[in-house]
């Protein structure tokens, strides 16, 4: 096996970089000085969490390569844990990507490896053949329908862009708190990127009143362990359930000693699109367009985020469905111009939407929200409308729309949301076209819109966040387009 790890690492090497080669040295030292030198490397263990984008698929090959390199040199290295994001609602190519880079990374047998995803809640070794469980795939499915029925009059893009990053810090939490912990957690988001972050959460939490007694800022757990309580909360909040009360860490908590957290973004980025060509080669990843620019935001797929803005253009807004994928592609563009993407990228990107091509795409798009969560066209539409909440405030011209033939079970449907006695068809209708259960459907129809609501309301907070954690405009109730606290402020 030793023999096969020096040709992992030799072909490793070959498709760095210049500056990433001049950079593995440097890497190496930070991590060896974290150990307290390289007698203890053997004993140093380190996480890394990797979402699908291609940049944390390239500084991962950079810190194999950092581990390969001291194995080299030295009796032992140190191991290496991988909290891996992996959910029904990803591409296709995405999940190949995450395959292929650790095939190509030979890091499958290493015992100094640990490949872990989070499945309903669950840690499990990660394994290309397993498919989300049921369970994790319905848990997804509500969240994605209960989001849009309580968030109709929001930005589209907003409504799972935040959600996405409480879902990796809960796979965080529970990979950090995996078969005995880790030593340290390896970051290589910019400094600018773990400022607005850290601006994000502490507010959240202080919304939340979840904040602990030991700041966040100084213990990468104690983060943590917020963003987790304050998933629960919000998981509470979208299922109508009252929220559990938080569960803080106790006194002692101050005694335990702080996770150290070390930032390698300044070594293992580079800006050389040709080299970084090479080295995507070397990892087999594919350039996806359904996953990109909001490839880092967890549970948010563009490709059924722009579908569904073409889909309310077509139907809410009675215009076209063009008009709605136009919208999305000018928020995507803002979005890549902030994060200074090479134009041939972005060319690429807003290609994959052209008006000849808007059929197959539209085609695409439905075929995944039935593939990964049993969702159909219509059952997208419905969420768009919300027929249900503020006791069927808009049924009626949802059904006028979309299923005028059910006008004259209105009667019967109000009924059925009240909890009475309705006829049996006309509860399945609702259960199919909505694709929520009747007792969802039910707290739904109890329940207020979120404009409605408070606008400290936890879930108001979380979803006028965008894939960059920042704010997106809103409009509010009496239709004045607002825009929230600017993100970095306290």
């Known amino acids: 096996m030793q023999y096969i790890y020096q040709q992992v690492l030799q072909r490793l090497l070959e498709h760095l970089s210049q ?79 995450i395959d292929s880079t650790f095939s190509r990374l030979f890091m ?37 329908l209960l989001c849009g029925h309580l968030s109709s009059d929001g930005p589209l893009l907003a409504n799972f862009a935040s959600h996405g990053y409480l879902h990796l810090a809960e796979l965080a939490l529970q990979a950090l708190r995996y078969k005995g912990g880790v030593d340290a957690i390896i970051s290589t988001e910019s400094l600018a990127d773990r400022k607005r972050y850290l ?19 100084s213990c990468a757990i104690s983060l943590l362990e917020g963003m987790s309580e304050l998933r629960a909360r919000y998981w509470n909040l979208l299922q109508g359930r009252e929220p559990a009360p938080a569960v803080l860490p106790g006194p002692d908590a101050d005694c335990r000693p702080a996770l150290r957290f070390i930032a390698i973004d300044d070594l293992v980025s580079d800006r050389d699109s040709h080299q970084g060509e090479r080295l995507s080669r070397f990892l087999g990843h594919r350039f996806d367009e359904q996953a990109f620019p909001c490839e880092r935001s967890g549970v948010a797929n563009p490709l059924l985020l722009a579908h569904l803005q073409g889909l ?4 809410v807004d009675d215009t076209r469905y063009r008009d709605g994928i136009e919208r999305y592609l000018q928020q995507t563009r803002q979005l890549m111009q902030r994060k200074a993407l090479a134009q041939s990228l972005q060319t690429r990107v807003l290609n994959h939407w ?5 059929e197959l795409r539209r085609s695409k798009a439905n075929d995944f929200a039935l593939q990964a969560y049993g969702l159909r066209e219509a059952q997208l539409v419905c969420q768009l409308f919300s027929p249900f909440v503020g006791q069927g405030l808009k049924l009626e011209a949802f059904l006028r729309r979309c299923h005028p033939g059910m006008l004259v079970a209105v009667p019967y449907l109000h009924k059925a949301l009240r909890r009475q006695p309705a006829p ?67």
């Open 19 to 97: 500056a990433q080669k001049a950079s593995l040295q440097l890497l190496i030292q930070r991590l060896i000085v974290a150990a307290g030198g390289v007698e203890r490397i053997k004993g140093l263990r380190l996480m890394f969490v990797l979402d699908a984008s291609l940049s944390s698929a390239q500084a991962l090959a950079c810190l194999r390569a950092a581990q390969l390199s001291i194995a080299a040199r030295s009796p032992a290295t140190f191991h290496l844990r991988i909290a891996t994001a992996w959910q029904a609602g990803m591409s296709t190519t995405a999940l190949a990507n």
């Open 108 to 144: 499958h047998d290493d015992p100094r490896i640990d490949l872990l995803v989070l499945d309903a809640g669950e840690l499990l070794p990660y394994d290309s053949r397993r498919a989300p469980s049921g369970e994790q795939q319905q848990a997804e499915r509500q969240e994605w």
């Open 199 to 217: 601006a994000w959460s502490r507010r959240s939490l202080r919304d939340a009143e979840l904040l602990g007694a030991r700041p966040i800022h």
């Open 312 to 315: 309310q253009a077509e139907f």
């Open 354 to 358: 052209q008006p000849g091509v808007l």
């Open 424 to 490: 049996e068809p006309v509860v399945q209708w609702l259960v199919d076209t909505s694709g929520l259960p009747l007792v969802m459907l039910q707290q739904l129809y109890a329940r207020e819109p979120l404009a409605e609501r408070r606008a400290d309301c936890l879930l108001n907070r979380l979803r006028v966040r965008g894939a960059d954690l920042r704010h997106l405009q809103a409009e509010a109730a009496n239709g004045v387009r607002h825009r929230g606290d600017q993100v970095g402020s306290p």
